[in-house]
């Protein structure tokens, strides 16, 4: 049977006698779509593209709808001939070549949007798969559209909404705790708390109660955090520990508590009520209650404005921060050092982790993303340079399954989709390729507007059950959803 289907697909793509053959192993790490055990190398012609293996794989499956699949030679996607795939690389064609096979990429369609008044800057969500929705004690999370996406808007404030596109809360004014200037960050810290940052200086913990039916909820300040004395860009949170993380254009890099009796007290000329040349009597006039504190620690090192933060995956006593001055830099956190500084050649925008690849993906002000190996160990700054946007990168955030998949979020005014295997190697270095774009739905058929104006893209979040959501300067938040975007290391098809 396998030489039959070998010598169909030859016959189909073969132009001349001449062609010469090379022997393929043909592997998966899916067990819903391997051949049997018994299938041992094959010989094709070298001419063979992609579409012609994925026609090979289908007949040896015997699949009853073909599949398209995808191929990957050490580790890279094959984007040429067999043939120049070899001379490329250097590799006879007596070599026994081992070629992984994955489901091919199924673009993320559009799903919906939910409008604002004004810019959104932040996204995030909570659903049954997210890192917060696991730590739930509540049963709301318990099945598909029960899930809840949280935006944090330059009107200055924070709204959770359902999957039907309804507003269950919105933050209170400024008048009565809320923002006093635009919100530009935002995370749920649990299922029952949110976190969000802003140009007024501030961090802000909010309780968010659901009612028991789930269709309506509130959002209540819970504590008023001061210490930056420039905008907050960026937060990074750890739910287990009741940390916060925060990047500032003060240069600084801060860390949080959101237990009051945790945080220490506030300085008092940083907030708001409490300039020595303001009465006693205006003080108490404040139509705020909330409790007030300050940082645990301000880590100052960075010469530019702080752009964003992470907390090291598996260490969370770790975290890096991300800077205009061209710089990653790694920090021990209960000393509160620096430990580590990472150049790089352009501004960095924007920071996720990688943590099964022991990469960080920065989003750079020269239009493309640098991963980075922060270990002690690494011998180049930059392992991979992902090209493809044409405007700063300024959000970022990893595939929620896949440890090769990101999504990233320009002003250009797309989200794009990567998978690091997509590469190639240039004179600078190994170069990926973005395998989908993401347009904004609101451009219409206008789609690529010079430097993305009217549609920049400001935040960006991928969540298995949900999908992926951008938000921007279109005023609305966007879903898109696909099938198994980005190929697993193991298993079943998947929701994304």
Wanted: proline letters at 4%; glycine letters at 6%; charged letters at 20%.
């Amino acid at each position: 049977m396998a030489s039959e289907v070998v010598k169909a697909v030859h016959n189909s793509s073969s132009h001349s006698e001449s062609t010469s053959q090379v022997r393929l192993q043909l592997i998966t790490r899916q067990a819903d779509i391997s051949l049997p055990d018994n299938t041992g190398p094959i010989f094709v012609n070298t001419n063979l593209r992609r579409y012609a293996l994925s026609t090979l794989v289908n007949a040896l499956l015997q699949t009853e709808k073909p599949i398209p699949f995808e191929f990957l030679i050490n580790g890279t996607f094959l984007r040429t001939s067999i043939d120049e795939y070899l001379t490329a690389n250097g590799i006879s064609s007596e070599t026994t070549l081992s070629v992984e096979y994955v489901r091919a990429i199924i673009p993320p369609l559009y799903l919906a949007s939910f409008e604002h008044d004004d810019w959104v800057s932040s996204v995030d969500v909570l659903s049954a798969s997210s890192l917060e929705g696991k730590h739930a004690s509540n049963t709301t999370l318990s099945g598909p559209g029960h899930e809840k996406i949280l935006s944090g808007s330059y009107d200055g404030l924070l709204r959770v909404w359902n999957m039907s596109a309804e507003v269950l809360a919105t933050s209170s004014a400024s008048s009565t705790g809320g923002h006093t200037s635009s919100v530009k960050a935002v995370k749920f810290l649990s299922s029952t708390q949110i976190v969000s940052s802003g140009l007024d200086r501030t961090i802000r913990v909010w309780k968010y109660d659901e009612d028991l039916e789930g269709f309506s909820a509130s959002l209540t300040p819970q504590i008023e955090l001061y210490g930056h004395k420039a905008s907050v860009d960026s937060i990074a949170v750890h739910s287990p520990s009741t940390r916060i993380l925060s990047a500032s254009a003060d240069h600084a890099v801060g860390i949080w508590s959101s237990r009051k009796s945790d945080a220490p007290a506030a300085t008092l000329t940083l907030l708001p009520q409490s300039n020595a040349r303001i009465s006693k009597r205006r003080k108490l006039s404040t139509s705020s209650s909330t409790p007030q504190r300050g940082p645990l620690a301000l880590m100052r090192s960075h010469s530019a404005p702080v752009s964003s933060v992470a907390f090291a995956p598996t260490d969370p006593t770790v975290a890096y921060s991300a800077s205009w001055d061209h710089t990653l830099r790694t920090w021990d956190l209960p000393t509160t050092t620096l430990v580590d500084t990472r150049t790089t050649s352009h501004a960095l925008l924007s920071l996720t982790t990688l943590p099964d690849l022991n990469l960080l993906a920065a989003g750079t002000s020269a239009r493309h993303i640098t991963l980075i190996d922060p270990r002690a160990s690494a011998t180049t700054v930059s392992a991979m340079t992902l090209r493809g946007h044409k405007n700063a990168v300024v959000t970022l955030a990893r595939d929620p399954e896949s440890a090769y998949g990101l999504v990233s979020g320009s002003h250009d005014g797309t989200a794009r989709i990567w998978d690091v295997r997509s590469s190639r190697s240039e004179k600078e270095g190994v170069v990926g390729e973005s395998i989908y774009t993401i347009s904004r739905e609101s451009a219409g058929n206008d789609g690529n507007r010079v430097g993305g104006e009217g549609v920049k893209v400001f935040g960006v979040c991928w969540d298995r059950d949900v999908g992926i959501m951008s938000v921007g300067e279109d005023k609305r938040v966007q879903i898109n959803r696909g099938k198994g975007i980005v190929g697993k290391e193991k298993g079943e098809s998947r929701i994304s």
